[in-house]
């Protein structure tokens, strides 16, 4: 009876991790299939132990690689909260008076305070947001 050799093993277990990556979230187990692929290669002719450590190098170098292509390539683009406000062009629904310190600006179709009344701009006027503190901004011509 006929076992398996050990490339044999490498590639069923690469070939096995990689599919179950379908079903879990992330990139867990793809860099760990990916590196029993490549070990499976030279573990025809080489001692266990240094298939082991290819296998380890090859799974780092796909995590490597796949984080770095797929990981990080939208982290800096994707602004949410406060950030995703600032710089924003908005209309002004309500004059900002620097007298009574009172105005209003529409953004995403919600009144905001303004906390900056210190120039008048007239009702239906273009601002920018430059700082969001609470409930309240801070605008500027444009």
Same mark, same amino acid.
């Given at each position: 009876? /006929?076992?398996?050799?050990?490339?044999?093993?490498?590639?069923?277990?690469?070939?096995?991790?990689?599919?179950?990556? =379908?079903?879990?979230?992330?990139? =867990?187990?793809?860099?760990?299939?990916?590196?029993?692929?490549?070990?499976? =290669? +030279?573990? *025809?002719?080489? +001692?266990?132990?240094?298939?082991?450590?290819?296998? %380890?190098? %090859?799974?780092?170098?796909?995590? !490597?690689?796949?984080y $770095?292509?797929?990981?990080k390539? $939208? !982290?800096n /683009?994707?602004?949410?909260?406060? &950030?995703?406000?600032?710089? =924003?062009?908005?209309?002004?629904? *309500?004059?900002? /008076?620097p &007298?009574?310190? !009172?105005?209003?600006? *529409?953004?995403?179709?919600?009144?905001? @305070?303004?906390? $900056?009344? &210190?120039? !008048?701009? *007239? @009702?239906?006027?273009?601002?920018?947001?430059?700082?969001?503190?609470?409930?309240?901004?801070?605008?500027?011509?444009?």
């Open positions: 009876m /006929d076992y398996f050799q050990l490339w044999q093993l490498f590639l069923i277990l690469g070939l096995v991790l990689c599919a179950l990556e =379908i079903l879990l979230p992330g990139v =867990i187990l793809l860099p760990i299939g990916i590196g029993a692929l490549v070990a499976a =290669i +030279p573990s *025809e002719f080489i +001692p266990l132990w240094a298939t082991v450590l290819v296998w %380890a190098l %090859a799974s780092l170098a796909s995590w !490597k690689f796949l $770095n292509y797929f990981g390539a $939208n !982290k /683009d994707y602004q949410s909260g406060v &950030d995703a406000m600032l710089g =924003i062009s908005v209309r002004v629904i *309500e004059a900002i /008076d &007298d009574t310190g !009172k105005g209003t600006v *529409e953004l995403y179709g919600d009144a905001w @305070t303004v906390m $900056n009344a &210190d120039v !008048k701009i *007239e @009702t239906g006027a273009e601002v920018k947001i430059t700082q969001v503190t609470g409930n309240r901004v801070k605008v500027q011509r444009i």
